[in-house]
């Protein structure tokens, strides 16, 4: 019997776990490459839609996912000032029943926690960070850091918006900070002192926006993401801490219930948001990208880490039963399946615009990635 196809895939973030486990479903042999020694449990929230939720069911992660996360009756859209409101996007069941799966809001550390769950654990090597690519007639050469080497029959670029893979690859401008920040970070609601809020708020500003919603089934949870301008602020990392006072200060005047949300708020997370046109090419050869490495976004549509994931559906239908002299054509494939829909994702998500009135959104909710139809 032919030897299964060896993929190395270069980051174990969200789509990079997603499609170990995915590719694992196809019978391909997998190994991930991570730069960081531990996977590390970060104050954030994220929105897993249902368009997500369809890719982690066939994983296996829907009972998990739904045991962890809050279950949101809708996404609300206020004013920052009057609290009007100004489009309330219904969840729920009925949004489950049309979109054919659950609009989840998780702990980030929870889901990153359950993709690594369906992956087992001799196949992640941490303390592997990827620094030079080849292409050989033997397979992808991929050297490390620390001086050692893997080869595999084809590689996948999972390593996020400063992707090294891709700066390996192509000659393509830097990713562009877009001149706006982040403040983020979750807290028990204890610390709201019995103070009712809603469930799942983003309140519209003039120049910023603030979102909050609960991470836990049972409320005990609380996430907070801003986006606000400071063009010269350029730091992104997880461990960049922000002043908590400078964040308050910068949504004075927004309505109470933010004010409530913000004076019990005892620590924040800084992030420069980041942006990039989408790439004219994803592959090259036997190595693709994939996730933020290829279609990086700004958070305002909350479906990065879906992209990734549904990316994660696709490449793994795409590679099903191929073997090596197969991998460049499936790449192809994949990439000509999946850019249309990223991209305009990309777009959507840049201006700003997503659920601030009636919105059509069955065209990103109602995407199953495991029944679209390949490219020919
Ligand atoms: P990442 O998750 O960034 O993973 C990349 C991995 O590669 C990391 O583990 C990194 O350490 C590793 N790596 C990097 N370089 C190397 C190297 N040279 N060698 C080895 N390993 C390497 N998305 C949603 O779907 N819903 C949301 O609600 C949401 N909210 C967001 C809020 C904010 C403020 C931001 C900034 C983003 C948000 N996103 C959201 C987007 C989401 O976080 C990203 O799109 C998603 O993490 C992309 O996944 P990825 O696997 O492509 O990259």
């Known amino acids: 019997m032919a030897r299964p196809l060896s993929v190395a895939i270069v980051g174990a973030g969200m789509g990079g776990l ?13 190994t991930v490459y991570e730069q960081a020694s531990q996977f590390a449990r970060i104050g954030a929230g994220i929105q897993i839609g249902c368009n997500a939720m369809k890719v982690l069911r066939a994983l296996g992660l ?32 009925s949004a489950e029943e049309k979109f054919g799966a659950p609009y989840l809001l998780a702990h980030r550390g929870d889901l990153h926690a359950a993709l690594a769950s369906a ?43 400063h992707s090294a893979v891709r700066d390996i690859l192509f000659d393509t401008a830097p990713v562009k900070f877009a001149g706006r920040i982040a403040y983020r970070t979750t807290y028990p609601a204890t610390l709201l002192g019995g103070e009712k809020i809603d469930d799942c708020t983003k309140w519209w500003g ?66 420069a948001i980041m942006d990039r046109e989408a790439l004219d090419r994803w592959a090259d050869g036997k190595v ?9 976004m700004t958070p305002y549509m909350a479906q990065g880490a879906a992209m990734a994931i549904e990316d994660a559906a696709v490449l793994s239908r795409c590679l099903d039963g191929v073997d090596r002299d197969g991998v460049m054509d499936a790449f192809r494939r994949f990439e000509a399946t999946r850019k249309v829909r990223t991209t305009r994702v990309q777009e959507t998500s840049r201006a700003n615009i997503w659920l601030r009135e009636r919105t059509d959104t069955s065209w990103v909710y109602g995407y199953d990635a495991w029944s679209v139809p390949l490219a020919a």
């Not at 809050?70 to 729920?92: A, C, Q, V």
């Not at 960070?129 to 992808?140: F, I, P, S, W």
């Not at 693709?288 to 990086?296: S, V, Y």
């Open 119 to 161: 992956v087992p654990d001799e196949v992640v090597r941490l303390n592997h960070k990827l620094v030079g690519l080849d292409q050989t007639n033997e397979g992808v050469r991929l050297g490390f850091a620390d001086g050692t080497r893997a080869v595999a029959d084809a590689v996948v670029g999972a390593d996020g918006v």
């Open 206 to 271: 003039e120049d910023r926006h603030i979102v909050i919603y609960y991470v836990k089934p049972d409320r005990s949870e609380v996430y907070l993401v801003t986006s606000q301008p400071e063009p010269d602020f350029r730091i992104e990392s997880w461990s960049a801490k922000g002043d908590v006072r400078d964040l308050r200060a910068s949504f004075a005047g927004f309505h109470p219930q933010v004010g409530k949300v913000l004076a019990a708020c005892p620590d924040v997370h800084k992030w």
């Open 288 to 296: 693709t990208l994939l996730g933020d490495a290829c279609h990086p």
């Open 18 to 30: 997603a499609t170990a486990a995915a590719l694992r479903r196809v019978g391909i042999d997998v």
């Open 62 to 93: 829907e009972a998990r996912m739904r045991g962890q996360s809050f279950y949101p009756r809708s996404w609300n859209n206020r004013d920052w000032k009057s609290g009007d409101i100004k489009f309330d996007m219904i969840f729920g069941e």
